[in-house]
């Protein structure tokens, strides 16, 4: 049966049943204070948790456990975006307010590649982070308003955008076929 998987501001993600709207189970997470971002693993076994500062990793099938199976530790302020890859899920990628973007092995456990995002005077938040279907190229949206394209085999930075300077970038996505990125800034705009 299809299920619906929620959280807010509160430690608790809820296992909503898709069709009735029963919770059929939720999970009480142990040094959470909000979520900010979820992600289900390819195969959807398991269930990737952002929160402030950290990243834990959840079975969602089987027996309920509170204990994560994995455990991503190194941002210093809200984890705001959280992903996969989508072939294996050997790897996961975060962006956070604390200006970096990163990839861990999932294996591991370890921080694999960070990226530093420069802003103005400082390292400028990361809002939006979205995994390119060519698996190498992540696309971000952070707080000065720009958009990067951060090539994962080169480790750098291939492409910034700013569609409305100074308005910051809250979401990004990339269709699945790659002919189209789409971006949304805080005013409401969308590009």
Same mark, same amino acid.
């Given at each position: 049966?299809?299920?619906? &998987? !929620? !959280?807010?501001?509160?430690?608790?993600? /809820?296992? &909503?049943? !898709? /069709?009735?709207?029963? &919770?059929?189970?939720? /999970?009480? /997470?142990?040094?959470?204070?909000h979520v900010n971002r979820l992600a289900v693993s390819p195969g959807s076994k398991r269930l990737a948790v952002a929160g402030n500062p950290h990243v834990r990793v959840f079975e969602v099938q089987g027996a309920p456990s509170s204990d994560p199976v994995g455990t991503y530790e190194g941002h210093k302020n809200n984890v705001t975006a959280v992903g996969f890859e989508s072939t294996a899920g050997r790897w996961l990628y975060t962006g956070s307010e604390d200006g970096t973007i990163r990839i861990w092995d999932t294996r591991s456990q370890k921080c694999e590649l960070c990226h530093e995002n420069a802003g103005a005077f400082n390292r400028t938040a990361v809002h939006s982070v979205d995994l390119h279907p060519n698996q190498v190229e992540l696309l971000a949206g952070d707080g000065e308003g720009k958009v990067i394209l951060w090539d994962l085999k080169a480790n750098k930075v291939r492409l910034t955008l700013a569609p409305e300077e100074g308005v910051p970038v809250r979401s990004v996505c990339i269709a699945p076929d790659a002919k189209m990125a789409v971006c949304a800034n805080h005013e409401g705009t969308c590009y």
């Open positions: 049966e299809p299920v619906v &998987i !929620a !959280a807010g501001y509160s430690p608790e993600v /809820l296992f &909503i049943d !898709a /069709l009735h709207g029963d &919770i059929r189970r939720t /999970l009480t /997470l142990k040094d959470f204070g």
